[in-house]
């Protein structure tokens, strides 16, 4: 790979590429399969159960709560017990699965601040086997009264492992900065998975993101793999989603997950009404698009719960 490459968003690929993250098995650029299913077979991203996923990108807006809550929801749908941990003082991720956040007694911010049980704030929802940590506008202050806390950074760390056998997936839907608050899900989980936006500038500020998984597996979780990147907002009608497509699939390999998730007003609508797509529109192409993001990042591993 030329450093002289311009990669996307003025942004040289080399500078992703620094970090190290590239040297799965590379393969030619594939064709993107929106809303093809995958095969029931092992996938390069099944891992030993339990797992605990961080979906973390500093950028916002580029569909880490809607990967949580969808992955989430069709992992639980596949028969997982899955907690979705909401690390976001906006609470997207709790009210996109119904829950109130003006009216919750406790959430996220007395976990990592006032050392509550996890167990203790985890509400259920309308899908079977699919739990919910949730966050809202306090959690704002933790970013701040963290800063001279105890072992500020392993707070969620902590909290996760009174909890970790509870449950076959923990997707832990970050914040959209680099804060003590996503140091905090980077170091609970033992993967990433990054969502990327079809869009141009989709590779901007990556290679920090990149940087600080790496900062944070050095320093505080050497376990932490960086294991999928997702597509995301894929609009079919642009030649731009399917040049963004190929480069991300030339920078990381394998990395990159087969199914590719749709840009759809669907999946924009669900979330007012508290639902995950599954529920809110079962057939529609968002839904079958998470149904096989579910299926490949599993891997069809045995399930502990039916
Ligand atoms: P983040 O958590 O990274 O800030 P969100 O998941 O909240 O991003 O997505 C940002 C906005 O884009 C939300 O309004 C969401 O409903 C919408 N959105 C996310 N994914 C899609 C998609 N595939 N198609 C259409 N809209 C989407
Ligand atoms: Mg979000």
């Given at each position: 790979?030329?450093?002289?490459?311009s990669g996307f968003g003025g942004i040289p690929t080399s500078a992703v590429l620094e970090t190290g993250f590239d040297e799965a098995g590379r393969h030619a650029s594939r064709e993107p399969h929106v809303a093809e299913a995958p095969a029931l077979v092992s996938t390069p991203f099944e891992r030993p159960l339990p797992r605990t996923i961080a979906i973390a990108n500093q950028k916002g807006g580029v569909g880490k709560t809607t990967t949580a809550v969808n992955l989430g929801a069709c992992l639980a749908e596949l028969g997982y017990r899955v907690l979705v941990v909401d690390l976001d003082p906006q609470g997207n991720a709790s009210t996109g699965l119904g829950i109130n956040i003006r009216d919750l007694q406790s959430s996220m911010y007395d976990v990592i601040?006032?050392?509550?049980?996890?167990?203790d704030c985890v509400e259920g929802t309308a899908v079977r086997n699919l739990f919910v940590a949730p966050a809202a506008l306090d959690l704002?202050?933790?970013?701040?009264?963290?800063?001279?806390?105890?072992?500020r950074e392993m707070r969620l760390r902590r909290a996760l492992d009174a909890v970790r056998n509870d449950y076959d997936y923990m997707l832990i839907d970050c914040p959209p900065s680099l804060g003590l608050l996503t140091v905090n899900g980077l170091a609970a989980a033992s993967e990433v998975i990054v969502p990327i936006q079809c869009e141009y500038y989709a590779l901007e500020g990556l290679g920090q993101l990149l940087r600080n998984v790496q900062l944070v597996?050095?320093?505080?979780?050497?376990?932490?793999?960086?294991?999928?990147?997702?597509?995301?907002?894929?609009?079919?009608?642009?030649?731009?989603?399917d040049q963004v497509v190929r480069e991300v699939r030339d920078h990381f390999g394998e990395k990159v997950c087969h199914s590719i998730v749709p840009r759809t007003v669907r999946l924009s609508e669900a979330p007012s009404f508290g639902q995950p797509i599954i529920t809110f529109d079962p057939?529609?192409?968002?839904?079958?698009?998470?149904?096989?993001?579910?299926?490949?990042?599993s891997g069809g591993a045995a399930r502990r719960t039916g």
């Open positions: 790979m030329s450093t002289q490459d601040l006032n050392d509550l049980p996890l167990e704002a202050g933790a970013e701040i009264e963290l800063v001279p806390a105890f072992s597996q050095r320093n505080l979780n050497p376990g932490l793999e960086l294991s999928a990147m997702v597509l995301v907002m894929y609009d079919a009608r642009t030649k731009l989603a057939t529609s192409r968002g839904s079958i698009a998470y149904r096989n993001l579910a299926t490949e990042v």
